[in-house]
């Protein structure tokens, strides 16, 4: 091995230890959702699961329009003034930042009732949104609002053990707060299950935060307030990134609801958390380690085109036969995760697997405008993305109900490579070398003939032919991380030494 393969190795092994160690995490709160989840579908079914994420959409699309980015930019100047040790400029900044989100809390609230009546009038009237119930969300809003603030606060000084001791507290309390309250209240529980939840998880943070930062504001301090402005205008792209995709995910269940009913809505949920949200580990594993690595390396072309490559690599090896094994099981495991009456969420969960899929490439290469400081092209690239996505996965399930939902999630994520691809590699001239396009290929392939056998076949044959589909992912993807890192070795011999004890 090379001195260049042994430092790519080693790179490598940093991806795939730091994936694991955040992964394992991530895992165990997935676990805890999981069983949210059953318990949720039981008490709930469809119509309450659907009410439930609409709640959660409303909350979001409020939250993104009132936070003006100041938790995104908050994170990268708390992290430039911690490397340079001056605890005071830390402390002063932690300050501007909690008297902002003060702000933005109240203004968060006042958008809740204001847009109230018309959000409710946007969902219908024939369903259980109404005024009151948009209302009701304001605690949930503001909780989201401060915990946005207070693990910027924490990811900015680098206490990433915390964040993760966090992320399965906060799961672990919402498993133990929800499931009494929709036992108890069912449908007419959910909104405070919610609030309860949401605002036990910011109560959480405040606990590992003020030990560090005790909590003070200055809410109207022009100093204090001034200096936030600056925070604003560094993130006020990736807020109207993020208002954006909010926007979407609230707009496209309320269309669902007009042209279709809100029980689709409650099985388009359930195959997007399947096919997304489980799958999706991966990115939120390697999210905090990836975009700095990035940014480190944005003013060096050969350097930033290798370290995307790998990082793309990591994810396609990882996710697919991750994906293939969902598509092979998928009516097992909405058995298994949900109930019997979700069922009808197949084919769509089936359908949208090489959303996944493709975003495994698009996710690391769309990076690159951030690290390279061009957030009005990431804004621009964001907004086309959504409004195309939007009317795509629309006109799918308008034509094929929710089977064309699915189809066209991964539609959208084909446009979504295509634009990427052709914007960034005209701008930055991203490229991905012709090792890792036959990766992809192969690896497509093997979750295309899946995807055709889950939907073409029955029961015991899917497992048939999904089962060595499956084998053949896994190996290819064994065989190329065991050629181009270490890890793999390492593990095999501390298995080999326990094996002989």
């Known amino acids: 091995m090379t001195e260049e393969q042994r430092k790519d190795a080693s790179t490598l092994d940093h991806v795939l230890k730091y994936t694991g160690v955040f992964g394992g995490v991530q895992g165990l709160n997935i676990l805890m959702s999981v069983v949210r989840t059953k318990l949720t579908s039981y008490l709930l079914g469809p119509i309450g699961f659907a009410l439930m994420g609409v709640y959660i959409n409303i909350s979001e699309f409020i939250t993104s329009t009132s936070n003006m980015g100041i938790h995104f930019a908050s994170v990268r100047r708390l992290s430039e003034l911690f490397e340079t040790q001056d605890a005071a400029a830390v402390e002063r900044l932690v300050r501007v930042i909690r008297t902002w989100c003060f702000w933005i809390a109240i203004l968060a609230v006042l958008l809740c009732i204001l847009g109230a009546h018309w959000l409710g009038m946007w969902f219908g009237k024939d369903t259980e949104i109404s005024v009151w119930s948009v209302i009701l969300l304001a605690p949930m809003v503001t909780a989201l609002t401060i915990t946005a603030g207070e693990l910027s606060i924490l990811k900015g000084v680098r206490r990433l053990r915390r964040v993760a001791s966090i992320s399965v507290l906060g799961a672990l309390s919402t498993l133990c707060l929800t499931v009494p309250l929709f036992w108890a209240f069912h449908i007419r529980g959910i909104i405070l299950a919610l609030d309860v939840s949401t605002v036990a998880i910011t109560i959480i943070h405040l606990c590992f935060t003020t030990p560090l930062y005790p909590w003070r504001i200055s809410p109207f301090s022009r100093s204090i307030l001034r200096e936030g402005l600056e925070l604003v205008r560094v993130g006020l792209p990736y807020a109207m990134a993020a208002i954006a995709g909010s926007g979407v995910a609230m707009a496209l269940p309320a269309l669902m609801i007009h042209y279709g009913s809100l029980e689709d809505v409650g099985f388009y949920r359930v195959g997007y958390g399947l096919m997304v949200s489980y799958a999706g580990i991966i990115f939120t594993a390697f999210e905090a380690d990836y975009f700095p690595r990035l940014s480190a390396v944005n003013h060096d072309e050969q350097q930033r085109n290798h370290t995307i490559n790998q990082q793309v690599r990591v994810c396609l090896l990882l996710i697919a036969p991750m994906l293939i094994a969902l598509v092979t099981a998928m009516p097992l495991v909405i058995r298994l995760l949900n109930t019997t009456a979700f069922l009808p969420a197949t084919d769509m969960a089936v359908c949208a697997a090489f959303y996944m899929f493709l975003r495994s490439i698009t996710v690391p290469m769309g990076y690159t405008a951030l690290a390279c400081g061009d957030s009005i092209l990431f804004l621009l690239m964001e907004v086309i993305y959504d409004a195309i996505s939007l009317g795509i996965i629309f006109?799918?399930?308008?034509?094929?109900?929710?089977?064309?939902?699915?189809?066209?999630?991964?539609?959208?994520?084909?446009?979504?490579?295509?634009?990427?691809?052709?914007?960034?590699?005209?701008?930055?001239?991203?490229?991905?070398?012709?090792?890792?396009?036959?990766?992809?290929?192969?690896?497509?392939?093997?979750?295309?003939?899946?995807?055709?056998?889950?939907?073409?076949?029955?029961?015991?044959?899917?497992?048939?032919?999904?089962?060595?589909?499956?084998?053949?992912?896994?190996?290819?993807?064994?065989?190329?991380?065991?050629?181009?890192?270490?890890?793999?070795?390492?593990?095999?011999?501390?298995?080999?030494?326990?094996?002989?004890?």
Not at 415 to 426: A, E, K, S
């Open 395 to 501: 006109c799918g399930y308008y034509l094929f109900g929710l089977t064309g939902a699915g189809l066209g999630l991964s539609a959208s994520a084909l446009f979504d490579l295509l634009l990427i691809g052709f914007t960034y590699g005209r701008y930055y001239r991203v490229r991905l070398p012709v090792a890792t396009i036959r990766l992809a290929v192969m690896q497509a392939l093997l979750l295309g003939a899946a995807v055709v056998g889950c939907m073409l076949l029955p029961s015991f044959w899917r497992l048939a032919a999904g089962l060595p589909l499956l084998a053949c992912s896994a190996i290819i993807s064994y065989r190329i991380l065991a050629a181009e890192t270490t890890i793999i070795e390492k593990v095999r011999q501390k298995l080999l030494k326990r094996g002989t004890k």
